[in-house]
């Protein structure tokens, strides 16, 4: 049988200590205390079918939260009338940690965490909904590297969420399978919404602005699972320009500023319906590994680097490609367009397997592109010294990918 847990002792502390006339500070701060300790034990002591309701306020942690129960339901009184703060937080890598199937977590934000926001790992049947992830001071390399970080995990919901401000990617799906990203908004992130080495994902109806790239479809080396059949659709990907913050060494510290969409070593992916303007380098980049920085990938002898059945169709697509990113760049759209010119809505790294066989036919990497302005060819390989304009290479379809189905009980 499901229990509700209420907070009437907890909420009833931090009430007699508002209501107090001329309360004192230190009154309040051990409410903040009384209610911080009681949540983490209700956490460490949950059971199956528990439903653990937090009550609107400012609410604030000196330490991480964790849960290590299946089954459990954690509920705010609204996105933003709950909020659990960890700013001064001095013990723990995380604001909350879950490692429990059949998880909610709803109508609440998490606020100013030392490390990730919200990090739920290797975990089944998850939702995150109505949770907004953010740190207050602004984009800074010292925030939490991920907002809403699902790693490891099958059958994900995520939706209605906001992600404000972290150093690596705001709503962040890794190595997971069966994942629907939708309704949401990311913005001030280095990555604004990313999706890496996961399997049947839907990303959709979602606002990412103000990012340095806006949406990341990235395949890494090294890790357990190489990701595809992706869909990309219906998006709003708007002015994603700011500045990269992301720590030197990691992958998105690579990604230009100014970047809308990128697609980077990752196979059978489709882009369609979406809205992608006014981004700085260019709308929309399909690259490899090569690109990244993470060159070496010997680590992962079966790794494939390079992008493959990438379809780009029915897309609305404007400005944008006015200010690339990053010297080569910079001398590339000057070489090849001028100084007044724009890089075209599709920019290619150029890297392809040139062994690649499909049923016993030498073929290319399918990059099928289809209402776009114009595609360029950096020629990475060749150290962009023969960039190409021709867009003969890209005219083509492949077949659509199915919607995913995530798959609960």
Request: overall charge negative; hydrophobic content about 35%; aromatic content about 6%.
């Amino acid at each position: 049988m499901q229990r509700s847990i209420s907070w009437v002792i907890a909420t009833g502390v931090a009430l007699l200590a508002g209501c107090q006339q001329q309360a004192s500070a230190p009154a309040v701060a051990a409410a903040d205390a009384a209610f911080a300790a009681t949540l983490q034990e209700r956490l460490l002591d949950a059971k199956p079918g528990d439903v653990i309701e937090i009550p609107a306020g400012r609410h604030q942690f000196e330490r991480s939260l964790s849960l290590r129960a299946d089954g459990v339901t954690l509920r705010g009184a609204g996105m933003d009338q709950t909020v659990l703060s960890f700013k001064g937080q001095k013990a723990g890598a995380e604001g909350l940690l879950v490692n429990g199937d059949n998880f909610t977590i709803e109508n609440l934000t998490i606020e100013d965490s030392k490390g990730d926001g919200l990090k739920i790992s290797e975990s089944e049947n998850i939702t995150i909904r109505g949770v907004k992830v953010q740190w207050t001071g602004g984009p800074s390399t010292k925030n939490g590297a991920y907002g809403i970080y699902p790693v490891l995990t099958k059958n994900v919901l995520i939706e209605n969420t906001i992600s404000i401000g972290a150093s690596d990617a705001g709503i962040y799906v890794g190595q997971s399978d069966g994942v629907i990203v939708r309704n949401s908004r990311a913005e001030q992130n280095v990555a604004g919404i990313e999706v890496e080495n996961t399997r049947n994902a839907d990303v959709y109806d979602n606002v990412a602005t103000g990012n340095t790239g806006g949406i990341l479809v990235f395949n890494m080396p090294g890790l357990s699972q190489q990701g595809g059949n992706i869909r990309v659709f219906n998006n709003k990907v708007i002015a994603n320009n700011h500045e990269n913050f992301g720590a030197k060494g990691t992958p998105v510290a690579s990604v230009p500023a100014g970047s809308g969409i990128v697609i980077n070593s990752n196979d059978d992916i489709e882009v369609f319906d979406n809205e992608v303007r006014d981004n700085a380098t260019t709308n929309i980049i399909v690259s490899s590994v090569y690109s990244t920085g993470y060159k070496d990938s010997s680590a992962s002898p079966n790794f494939d680097p390079y992008p493959e059945r990438i379809y780009i169709h029915n897309n609305t697509l404007s400005g944008g490609g006015d200010s690339p990113d990053g010297l080569d760049l910079k001398a590339l759209k000057l070489a090849m367009y001028g100084l007044t010119g724009n890089f075209p809505d599709v920019l290619w790294d150029g890297y392809y397997n040139k062994e690649r066989v499909v049923d016993g036919v030498k073929v290319g990497p399918q990059i099928c592109l289809r209402n776009v302005s114009g595609v360029i060819n950096a020629d990475g390989p060749g150290g962009y010294k023969n960039p190409s304009k021709d867009a003969k290479p890209f005219e083509c379809d492949l077949p659509r990918l199915p919607a995913i189905d995530l798959k609960r009980g």
